[in-house]
């Protein structure tokens, strides 16, 4: 039987706009539009649906990510300069169950990163 491919994911964020723009900007996540401050739909070349939902708190689990993976380990150094440049703080990449590393998203979730 062919695996079911996971393509819908809804995050509850604190805030929308910023969440959208750092998927937008680093991840290169298409915004499909947005109602107003509360609600924005995103997608990626691969049939990803991914919706920002507006929260007035977020608590997630320590443990809880989504993940990039990238194609290579300079992809995984080249966006983790770019957050350190833009002010996020971020740790250098290190050699755990791949290359990789971890963001805190705008809107309270976490990012990893890796090859």
Same mark, same amino acid.
């Given at each position: 039987?062919?695996?079911? $491919?996971?393509?819908? @994911?809804?995050?509850?964020?604190t805030d929308v706009? %910023? %969440?959208? =723009?750092? @998927?937008?900007? #680093? &991840?290169? @996540?298409?915004?499909?539009?947005?109602?107003?401050?509360? *609600?924005?739909?995103?997608?990626?070349?691969? +049939?990803?649906?991914?919706?920002?939902?507006?929260? %007035?708190?977020?608590? #997630? /689990?320590?443990? *809880?990510?989504?993940? &990039?993976?990238?194609?290579?380990?300079?992809?995984?150094?080249?966006?983790?300069?770019?957050? $350190?440049? =833009? +002010? !996020? =703080?971020?740790?250098? /990449?290190?050699?755990?169950?791949?290359?990789? &590393? #971890?963001?805190? %998203?705008?809107?309270? !979730?976490?990012?990893e990163i890796l090859?």
């Amino acid at each position: 039987m062919k695996p079911i $491919k996971l393509n819908h @994911l809804n995050l509850t964020v604190t805030d929308v706009n %910023a %969440a959208k =723009d750092f @998927l937008e900007t #680093y &991840f290169n @996540l298409q915004s499909g539009g947005t109602r107003g401050n509360s *609600f924005a739909v995103m997608f990626d070349d691969n +049939g990803l649906v991914l919706t920002l939902m507006k929260g %007035a708190q977020v608590s #997630y /689990p320590n443990t *809880f990510h989504i993940g &990039f993976i990238q194609e290579s380990e300079e992809k995984v150094n080249e966006i983790n300069m770019r957050l $350190k440049e =833009d +002010g !996020f =703080d971020v740790q250098p /990449p290190q050699r755990s169950h791949g290359w990789t &590393f #971890y963001v805190q %998203a705008p809107g309270g !979730f976490t990012v990893e990163i890796l090859s």
